[in-house]
Structures are given as structure tokens and as C-alpha cells.
């Protein structure tokens, strides 16, 4: 007869198994997170008038203007322009590392953005 409640000779097939994928996924995201780290992501405003170009790090790293946005009498437009742009890359690089996790979990990567890994 089968001894109740012990696990001889360690862990069952099913946790051993659970823990290899979990080190798999961790390597993963460690490797996702690496590669979002070195994305940069480009994004225009005012018709291309305005380019911003952000890290995956979430550090802008280049602006571009064109002369005919550079209007002394309108600053007010060339900022509401950089701004749009600037929103615009982080939106798209958030997009980026969602699309990346949920590859990497299976979609049920909602509640694993605070883990550390």
C-alpha cells in the first residue's frame, strides 16, 4: 500500500515540471525586458512637423522639429506638438512591452506587470 501524504525522492512529476516552466517564463522576461531596454520607438506629430524618439528605458532620446513649426508668435502650438508626440511614443512603446509579455505569459500577463522578473 501506498504511504499517504510524503513525496519519496522529492518533488512530483507535475511541480517539477511547474517549476522548470516558471524558470523558463522568468528567463523570458528577463530576456523581453533586455530587448525593451534597447527599443527605440519614433513618433510624429503635426504631420511629421514633430518627431520624438523615446528608449524602452522611458528616456527621450531624440526631438526633431521642422523650421516651419517653429513659430515665435506660437509657441504655444509647438509645445502642444511636442507633447503629442512624446504621449504618442510612450504609448506606443507601453504597447510594445504588453504585446511582449503577453507572448511570453499567454495573455494572463495583467497581474505580472509588478513582479520583478
Given at each position: 500500500?501506498?504511504?499517504?501524504?510524503?513525496?519519496?525522492?522529492?518533488?512530483?512529476?507535475?511541480?517539477?515540471?511547474?517549476?522548470?516552466?516558471?524558470?523558463?517564463?522568468q528567463r523570458q522576461m528577463e530576456e523581453a525586458?533586455?530587448?525593451?531596454?534597447?527599443?527605440?520607438?519614433?513618433?510624429?506629430?503635426?504631420?511629421?512637423?514633430?518627431?520624438?524618439?523615446?528608449?524602452?528605458?522611458?528616456?527621450?532620446?531624440?526631438?526633431?522639429?521642422?523650421?516651419?513649426?517653429?513659430?515665435?508668435?506660437?509657441?504655444?502650438?509647438?509645445?502642444?506638438?511636442?507633447?503629442?508626440?512624446?504621449?504618442?511614443?510612450?504609448?506606443?512603446?507601453?504597447?510594445?512591452?504588453?504585446?511582449?509579455?503577453?507572448?511570453?505569459?499567454?495573455?494572463?500577463?495583467?497581474?505580472?506587470?509588478?513582479?520583478?522578473?
Amino acid at each position: 500500500m501506498a504511504k499517504r501524504g510524503g513525496f519519496p525522492g522529492g518533488m512530483p512529476g507535475n511541480m517539477n515540471n511547474l517549476m522548470k516552466q516558471a524558470q523558463r517564463m522568468q528567463r523570458q522576461m528577463e530576456e523581453a525586458q533586455k530587448e525593451l531596454e534597447e527599443k527605440e520607438i519614433t513618433a510624429t506629430a503635426g504631420g511629421g512637423a514633430v518627431e520624438v524618439t523615446v528608449s524602452g528605458k522611458r528616456e527621450i532620446t531624440k526631438i526633431k522639429l521642422s523650421e516651419e513649426v517653429v513659430d515665435p508668435d506660437d509657441v504655444e502650438m509647438l509645445e502642444d506638438l511636442i507633447m503629442a508626440a512624446t504621449n504618442e511614443a510612450f504609448r506606443q512603446l507601453d504597447e510594445f512591452s504588453s504585446a511582449s509579455m503577453s507572448k511570453i505569459t499567454g495573455g494572463i500577463g495583467g497581474g505580472l506587470g509588478g513582479l520583478p522578473f
